[in-house]
């Protein structure tokens, strides 16, 4: 399974844009970088996913860069119910789409 | 819609004694998960269904876990016997399979395993 990179933990304050990073420097062409989030004593939630563009839903926003090796969360103004810890994941395509969980990033958002 | 049940919420049981997780999937979602969280770690998938086949079990202990997800809707999760590092939460998670990769899993709360 190709490995994402994340820092393990990173802090922001309320009411501020919080640009969570990940590496993945062995990505393939079919493998689509997804965003889970889990909040304390609940399971994961998917936040969001891309391929190549960046990609905007109603919970953050994904910025891929161009050779795909990284790409960015972005949470636009966080609140303290975003305190979680954020896993960067990558799933492929065709028969490969197990989804493999690192360690992540724990967020903390002060207030 | 509603989420993906799963019962107990809690279990604490001493080792070698079995011990048995429900999950109820999302309605219509053909391929669930169980996944095992250990304190301070990333969920691990345990085993992957389609429908009521397996699709990926390489990482269950068969030797004392086994599943079933018999007529493809509820699975069960068993653990016998269990031992002090199965002590963990069991995830269990749903997705439609119509366009895999692109489906995203949708998880339960999780029951917490304490083996003493």
């Known amino acids: 399974d190709a490995k994402t990179t994340q820092p393990n933990s990173m802090e922001s304050n309320e009411e501020e844009p919080v640009h969570l990073p990940c590496n993945h420097s062995t990505i393939s062409g079919t493998d689509y970088i997804h965003w889970y989030r889990q909040l304390p004593s609940q399971g994961p939630e998917y936040v969001i996913h891309g391929l190549t563009s960046n990609v905007n839903n109603r919970m953050a926003s994904l910025a891929i860069a161009e050779d795909r090796k990284s790409s960015t969360l972005i949470l636009h103004r966080a609140t303290l119910r975003d305190a979680a810890v954020y896993y960067c994941?990558?799933?492929?395509?065709?028969?490969?789409?197990?989804?493999?969980f690192g360690t992540g990033t724990r967020l903390t958002i002060i207030p | 819609e509603a989420g993906v049940a799963q019962s107990p919420r809690y279990k604490i049981i001493e080792k070698r004694q079995s011990v048995a997780f429900w999950c109820n999937p999302i309605?219509?979602?053909?391929?669930l998960y169980w996944y095992q969280q250990i304190l301070g770690q990333g969920p691990k998938l345990l085993i992957q269904f389609q429908n009521n086949g397996v699709v990926d079990d390489s990482q269950l202990p068969k030797d004392r876990f086994s599943a079933e997800r018999l007529k493809g809707v509820d699975s069960t999760l068993k653990i016998q016997p269990a031992k002090l590092e199965d002590s963990a939460v069991y995830l269990c998670?749903?997705?439609?399979?119509?366009?895999?990769?692109?489906?995203?899993?949708?998880f339960g709360n999780g029951t917490r395993l304490t083996v003493t």
């Open positions: 998670a749903s997705s439609s399979s119509r366009d895999a990769y692109n489906s995203p899993l949708h």
């Open positions: 994941i990558l799933r492929g395509g065709f028969g490969n789409e197990k989804l493999t």
């Open positions: 309605s219509g979602h053909a391929t």
